[in-house]
C-alpha cells in the first residue's frame, strides 16, 4: 500500500517554526479528513490537528494559536505550520486521515526536536 510521505522537521530553538508537508494517496486525500499525528518519545501518538473536506480545523488545546494546519487539494498535500515552537513539541510528526483507522498505513514520519 501507498504511504504518506512525511517532511519538513529538522532541530529548531525554542520560539522558532518549521513547516511540515505530507504528501498523501490521492484514494486517501481526497475524501476524508486528514490530520496531524505525533509522537513524543515513550509515549503514545496523539493528534495535533484536523482540517475536514470543506477546510474546517480543530487543534488540540496544546497547539491552538500556534499551529496551522492546511491542505492542497491538487498536490493531495497536508501542511502543518509551526510557530513559537516550545521543547515540548518534540516528536517524530505523523499525518494520516482522520479517523487514522480509514488507512492504517503509516509513514516514517518527520522527526521535530526543539531545543530550549
Known amino acids: 500500500q501507498v504511504r504518506m510521505v512525511e517532511s519538513g522537521g529538522g532541530l529548531v530553538q525554542a520560539g522558532g517554526s518549521l513547516r511540515l508537508s505530507c504528501a498523501a494517496p490521492?484514494?486517501?486525500?481526497?475524501?476524508?479528513?486528514m490530520g496531524w499525528y505525533r509522537q513524543p518519545s515513550g509515549k503514545q501518538r496523539e493528534r495535533v490537528a484536523i482540517?475536514?473536506?470543506?477546510?474546517?480545523?480543530n487543534y488540540a488545546d496544546s497547539v491552538k494559536g500556534r499551529f496551522t494546519i492546511s491542505r492542497d487539494n491538487a498536490k493531495n498535500t497536508v501542511y502543518l505550520q509551526m510557530n513559537d515552537l516550545k521543547p515540548e513539541d518534540t516528536a517524530m510528526y505523523y499525518c494520516?486521515?482522520?479517523?487514522?483507522?480509514?488507512?492504517?498505513?503509516w509513514g516514517q514520519g518527520t522527526q521535530v526536536i526543539v531545543s530550549s
Open positions: 494520516n486521515a482522520v479517523p487514522s483507522t480509514l488507512y492504517p498505513y
Open positions: 490521492g484514494s486517501v486525500f481526497g475524501r476524508n479528513a
Open positions: 482540517i475536514r473536506t470543506d477546510d474546517t480545523t
